[in-house]
């Protein structure tokens, strides 16, 4: 999965275990994941995890802005993915 360089995308996530933040299906604006942009605890972001794609929480950061612990909004950690695997940040629920 690659977000066009530059371009917002707009996501749809199912499923509810970003509620309340998010509702399944509710659409979300991305913005690519650039080496300039940095993550913060609670960001949103479109990330992959153990072969799963998510709309999921940051939880916790190791390293220089490299490494990210995932997890859903009512406390379950999907685990530590690089920044590799990290697509998209969430910049607008809609």
Do not use: A
């Not at 999965?1 to 275990?17: D, H, P, Q």
């Amino acid at each position: 999965v690659e977000m066009k360089k530059g371009k917002i995308g707009k996501l749809i996530g199912i499923g509810n275990s970003m509620t309340p933040i998010l509702k399944s299906k509710q659409p979300v604006l991305c913005v690519p994941i650039s080496d300039n942009l940095i993550l913060k605890k609670n960001d949103i972001v479109f990330c992959k995890v153990r072969g799963n794609h998510y709309l999921h929480k940051i939880h916790g950061i190791r390293g220089n802005n490299e490494q990210f612990l995932i997890g859903n909004n009512h406390g379950h950690m999907n685990g530590w993915i690089n920044r590799n695997n990290i697509f998209g940040k969430v910049t607008e629920i809609l």
